[in-house]
DNA sequence: CTGGTTTGGTACTGGTGAGTACCAGATTCG
DNA sequence: CGAATCTGGTACTCACCAGTACCAAACCAG
């Protein structure tokens, strides 16, 4: 760290001399730090030093904008969700017809979440979920239970129109999700194969809707 | 903590007195206490006062035990993964009819996996896994990838009698895994739900046994 | 009983990290 | 321009923790 240290000290911030950001800039900023970081180090939350040390800004900055470590794992958390959840649910077409829908999801949830940077940011989510109960419930109802509900809503509307038959579609709906994500989460979670192929992708789905829709179909 | 401070101090352990133990006693108390306070305290590797308080011993008997915090856990995964894997692997008997296999795959997955104490263990072998690629790929190796292979070569037997039809027996292992879980471990690890009840078990595992096996029947 | 060996207990060291205080520039506004 | 305000940076305090050193007591062999 090539810093002056004269007694008392000022700075000198040698170069830089970036200009002063703003309270919102500084924020931005140190958000976007945290979650780099908490990325690199695989940790659920960096240190303080660490945040600041790459954003910029002082250990003030931190208190002020959110009002300390707590406050700033918060945001972080959130920052993430807003990530990496929307792309899961909500390009989904409710009224396509069914086996449309459910490749269409299936796909979302193993190439949004499977990617390099799906692990990553659900790695962080679920390390700090296992930490937090509170957390673990709003990221879970945002999420998965979200999805659970639109899917099982689909499978409602499908049942009534005899395209399938199941005794409980909130069953059926959790069966699709573990089916959707097979073992893969857990391989790519643990690091134990790298990113899917388009065509891996393209053979696990393939199968996982079919599995399901046989599975399914009206005797 | 009431302890006599006699500067240079030895102490006074008030009453207890309990008798010394040797090397492998004291081991196992050290590691039994840290795998309790892993759970209790939902951190991958507790502090070691904090065991030791528990456990008796001293710093000492860590070290030498177990050579340092890092060799205490190994150990202690070491532990966890033989408490949980054999349950949910060994009793399998490959040469059942398929349908009583895979549910009794289904069963232990489920019941073992998703019981307060398999939850509690998993996350932490989970927890540590994240944190390390090496133990994350040994206890993949010895758990799940063996159940992987134990089903895919079940599944492949099967095809070639003529149950089941699909292009990739792996695939549908990995499918298969995926469908008996279901959505039912986020759900668990996430304390989203409380353990599940014998009727909800059967009901899922109904659900994920039917929809598979339906699922790859021979046209 | 005696003397060496092993275990238990404590203190010390060095490092890390959160939270707070405070100073010195920078910025803004009158 | 000059004063009030805010941001950036540093230092300090306090707590926690791993690792090491060392002392005292328990244990064990002869």
């Given amino acids: 760290m090539p810093r002056d240290e004269q007694a008392g000290g000022r700075p000198g911030k040698a170069a830089a001399k970036a200009r002063r950001l703003g ?41 002020t904008g959110f009002g300390g470590k707590e406050g700033l794992r918060d945001a972080l958390l959130e920052e993430i969700a807003e990530e990496i959840l929307p792309p899961l649910y909500d390009d ?24 390099e940077r799906g692990i990553d940011m659900s790695r962080i989510i679920m390390q700090d979920s296992f930490a ?58 643990l690091r134990i194969r790298p990113p899917l192929s388009e065509t891996e992708i393209e053979a696990h789905i393939g199968a996982a809707v079919d599995i399901f829709l046989n599975g399914l179909k009206p005797r």
């Avoid at 958000?31 to 040390?53: C, F, G, H, N, Y």
């Avoid at 989904?92 to 990617?115: E, F, G, P, Y």
């Fill in 23 to 63: 309270h919102d800039e500084r924020r931005a900023a140190l958000l976007r730090a945290a979650k780099e970081l908490s990325v690199e180090q695989d940790v659920a939350i960096p240190s303080l030093d660490a945040i600041i040390e790459r954003a910029g800004g002082s250990r003030r900055s931190i208190y």
């Fill in 92 to 115: 989904i077409d409710q009224n396509a017809d069914l086996r449309t829908v459910l490749t269409h999801l299936a796909r979302n949830l193993v190439s949004a979440l499977m990617s």
């Fill in 132 to 189: 937090s109960p509170a957390r673990a419930k709003t990221f879970y109802a945002r999420g998965p239970g979200n999805g659970m509900r639109l899917l099982t809503g689909i499978l409602e509307a499908a049942r009534a129109r005899g395209e399938i038959e199941t005794e409980d579609c909130a069953v059926a709906a959790g069966c699709f999700m573990g089916l959707a994500r097979g073992n893969l989460y857990l391989e790519r979670a």
